[in-house]
């Protein structure tokens, strides 16, 4: 039996590609989705703007975790460890360190 890749066809829209500067995500979820809400908290403004919303099922928003978890440790193996700036201290407000989440398998156990 031959393997056969699944491969997507995707276009990148020039106004897409000059992406969107977000130095914050608020993340919400109900029983069928999740809202991540990307906003830029910067100087001189009086509160973040929220720049995109990405809306995704639950499964989608666990697919994304397990990618940028592999992505973050791909990133510390090239460049070293990422500085969160608070001493390895888990901050207020849901910030973490992805090393401390462990690898989801199917049924989001332990693999």
Known sequence: M?????EISIEL???????TYSNLAI??????EFIVDFASNLPGFPKPAITNRIIMTPEHAKMLL????????????QFGLIDLGNGGKHNEGG???LGDLPQFGPNGTKS
């Open 13 to 19: 829209n020039p106004e897409v590609a000059k992406g």
């Open 27 to 32: 993340i919400t979820h109900s029983r069928s």
């Open 2 to 6: 031959e393997d056969k890749k699944n």
């Open 95 to 97: 910030t973490f360190n």
């Open 66 to 77: 397990n990618a940028l978890m592999d992505n973050v440790t791909k990133y510390e193996t």
